[in-house]
């Protein structure tokens, strides 16, 4: 490791937690203030060489870390309200009864079989398409969807023949 590349690495072991503290600040999500702090020593490196003689380099590398979160705050607020203006103005009504029923039916069948049934029944896909997408044989397949539909049943409170049960 050269002298530059020593001396930028002491200076980001440093000044780190300061910078990320920053942009923590700014933002609230440590997460992002971290991806912040970490752009402006990427923005950093290539300029070390000048960077390196100023009385405070950690001082640009904040500004740089606080400017990036206050950008990517910005797109982010600016995405949200553009999402909150483009959604419909009517609101999605609650599933009915039935759907409810549906899904929790499924989620207590085994993932394979739900995955089967869901993507043949509800996404309409065929089974040689389920098969490619799953990467098994067609049988297995046919397999899963006949369990599944037969598991089904007892679920959903109807006999086989589509009757409603009566246990």
């Known amino acids: 490791m050269g002298a530059s590349e020593a001396d930028f ?3 980001y072991d440093a000044t780190w937690s300061r910078t990320v503290a920053c ?3 700014v933002l609230g999500d440590l997460g992002a203030a971290e991806e912040a702090a970490q752009e402006a020593y990427i923005r950093a490196w290539p300029r070390w060489s000048k960077l390196a003689t100023y009385d405070d380099p950690g001082a640009w590398v904040r500004q ?9 705050w910005r797109r982010r ?3 949200r ?9 009517d609101s999605t009504p609650p599933p009915d009864e039935t759907s409810v029923a549906l899904v929790d039916a499924l989620r207590r069948l085994p993932e394979a079989q ?16 389920i098969a490619a997408a799953e990467r098994c044989p067609e049988g297995t397949v046919k397999a899963r969807l006949s369990r599944g539909r037969t598991a089904l049943v007892p679920l959903l ?9 009566h246990a």
């Open 77 to 79: 607020r600016t995405a």
């Open 64 to 72: 740089v870390a606080t400017r990036q979160a206050i950008s990517g």
């Open 157 to 165: 409170g109807e006999s086989p023949n589509g009757e409603p049960s």
């Open 114 to 129: 739900r995955r089967a049934l869901v993507l043949h029944h509800l996404a309409g896909l065929t089974v040689a398409e």
């Open 9 to 11: 690495a002491a200076f």
């Open 81 to 89: 309200n553009f999402l909150a203006r483009s959604r419909p103005s």
């Open 23 to 25: 942009a923590y600040a």
